[in-house]
């Protein structure tokens, strides 16, 4: 079947580094996002990953390992403005447009 | 500016009513989506539409219905049948490629809540 965790909350400090972890099992990998939504408002993509390895994408970065079903959001230089939820997700088994998204990591960054 | 709207971004209506939540997009995507997300859970798939005039049901279809009359608007009907629909609903789009998943862009929400 499909399925995604990721941690409900975690809290930082502004002009930290912060780690978000997402596993999941989905059969027939087709890539993950990741998204941020800020409190009332959509979800805006942040990063695609279909092969292994790590990409960045200024203080942004996401990491992929297929064989370990296993990702991460790494935020550098933390900013108040980076509070908001990040949402893992995975397509539905096989090539599809059809999205299984996770319950959202919520972000707190403090002074 | 290319994107996708949705309106209006709060409604209110009585139970037993049913009420149309709007959603266009100019960016000539062939796929549009409706997910429903509440408080502490993951934007769960009603809808979604990969060409005009054809929708296939998501994982929580009952109680909902959509239209694709036209490649730009795909609009989602909350029936009375629907058991709990005070939700924020958010109607996404994207391209089809066929050798990966495309980028799934989100209009900004309609937030309804049933009295």
């Known amino acids: 079947g499909q399925n995604i965790d990721q941690p409900t909350e975690m809290t930082a400090t502004e002009g930290a580094i912060v780690q978000i972890n997402c596993t999941y099992q989905t059969s027939g990998f087709n890539g993950l996002f990741w998204y941020q939504q800020h409190a009332g408002e959509a979800p805006t993509f942040l990063s695609y990953?279909?092969?292994?390895g790590l990409e960045e994408k200024g203080r942004f970065s996401s990491f992929l390992s297929r064989s370990k079903g296993y990702s991460y959001l790494l935020l550098k230089e933390l900013q108040m403005k980076d509070s908001a939820s990040y949402l893992c997700a995975v397509p539905y088994g096989g090539a599809t447009n059809k999205l299984i998204f996770g319950t959202g990591t919520l972000l707190a960054v403090q002074p | 500016d290319g994107g996708i709207t949705q309106s209006p971004k709060y409604l209110f209506r009585k139970e037993g009513q049913n009420v149309t939540l709007s959603c266009e997009q100019n960016l000539n995507h062939d796929a549009m989506y409706w997910y429903r997300q509440d408080p502490g859970q993951g934007l769960r798939l009603i809808y979604y539409?990969?060409?005009?005039?054809?929708?296939q049901k998501g994982d929580i279809a009952e109680g909902y219905s959509v239209s694709r009359e036209k490649k730009e608007s795909f609009p989602l009907t909350v029936t009375s049948a629907q058991k709990n629909p005070t939700a924020f609903y958010l109607c996404?789009?994207?391209?089809?490629?066929?050798?990966?998943?495309?980028?799934?862009?989100f209009g900004p929400g309609t937030r309804l809540t049933v009295l």
């Open positions: 990953n279909v092969l292994d």
């Open positions: 996404a789009s994207s391209q089809i490629v066929r050798t990966r998943t495309d980028t799934q862009y």
């Open positions: 539409s990969q060409i005009v005039n054809d929708f």
